[in-house]
């Protein structure tokens, strides 16, 4: 199942017809009163709207997604994991490129850990990229995000994949510069999400999918999640040693060679295979 969320907040089926909006599946959804839960409502009960979503699917005519403005398919997420240098040759080019590393000691993920960034910085592909501090190098880093489907503290790498709910390409876009990590990548728009979520049952091996961007035209980054240091399964397990996982929460799984800035007015083409692709247009804030 291929789940968006466009326009004004409407979710959709995509299906190989265009998008069959399903907000009115969306009533089923438990109310809740303050304090709100920590999680997103829709991705913690997606298996029990299925049904309720393809019966509403079926009953309405589709609009191509060309036509919508694309929003981040997870509305609500709780936090917003991210993994440093986890492919080997995305580090050797961060080590030789002081444009990226800017004299900051540099360690690979088992030294490095996992670092959080702002859920504001969520946006979706149709909301496009605005740069602050354009007088300052602004790169695109696209990645295999992974959304988890159900609570769980000390996953074991074995039972990971089993907390996933689905996956979305990731832009984790950054400022570079001396200041902390989640600081300079943390800004409005900063992490777009999308095109939409595909299932969990839809992608069984997360570790064999190639991705790729480009800029204007111009390939950029182009690899494999086969080379990531630690996979899906172990990102997870790390990550719920330190904190509870909940329906909603993001991981970025880390950003392949050949990452590089872009300008306003720059548009970028991420893909990922199995998921599908999205335009990203670049502007200042």
Same mark, same amino acid.
Do not use: F, H, W, Y
């Given at each position: 199942m291929r789940l968006a969320r466009f326009d004004d907040n409407r979710v959709g089926l995509v299906l190989n017809d265009g998008i069959h909006d399903v907000t009115g599946a969306l009533d089923q959804l438990p109310a809740h009163r303050y304090p709100f839960p920590a999680h997103d409502s829709l991705i913690a009960n997606l298996a029990n709207l299925k049904p309720a979503m393809e019966r509403a699917? %079926?009953?309405?005519?589709?609009?191509? &997604?060309? !036509?919508? !403005?694309?929003?981040? &398919?997870? /509305?609500n997420p709780g936090k917003i994991m991210a993994a440093p240098v986890n492919y080997t040759r995305h580090l050797e080019e961060v080590l030789a490129d002081k444009g990226i590393h800017h004299g900051s000691l540099v360690n690979e993920i088992h030294k490095a850990g996992i670092f959080l960034k702002a859920t504001s910085s969520v946006a979706g592909p149709g909301e496009g990229v605005r740069l602050v501090h354009v007088e300052r190098r602004n790169d695109h880093e696209v990645e295999l995000a992974v959304v988890i489907g +159900?609570?769980? +503290?000390?996953?074991? /790498? %074995?039972? /990971?994949?089993g907390f996933v709910a689905g996956y979305c390409i990731g832009l984790d876009m950054t400022i +570079? @510069?001396?200041?902390? %990590?989640?600081f300079r990548k943390s800004p409005d728009s900063y992490t777009v999400l999308g095109p939409w979520l595909v299932t969990a049952?839809?992608?069984?091996d997360p570790g064999s999918l190639e991705l790729k961007i480009q800029v204007n035209g111009e390939q950029r980054q182009n690899a494999n999640t086969r080379d990531l240091i630690l996979g899906v399964p172990e990102l997870i397990a790390w990550a719920s040693s330190f904190y509870t996982l909940h329906p909603g929460d993001v991981l970025l799984? @880390?950003?392949?060679?050949?990452?590089? &800035?872009?300008?306003? @007015?720059?548009? =970028?083409? /991420?893909?990922?295979? #199995?998921? @599908?692709? =999205? #335009?990203?247009a670049v502007s200042a804030a």
């Open positions: 699917a %079926r009953a309405c005519r589709p609009t191509s &997604p060309e !036509k919508t !403005k694309l929003l981040s &398919p997870v /509305a +159900r609570k769980g +503290r000390n996953i074991t /790498a %074995r039972d /990971a994949l +570079r @510069g001396p200041e902390e %990590r989640s049952d839809e992608i069984p799984t @880390g950003t392949p060679q050949g990452v590089g &800035p872009v300008r306003p @007015g720059d548009v =970028m083409l /991420a893909s990922l295979e #199995r998921i @599908g692709e =999205m #335009r990203v």
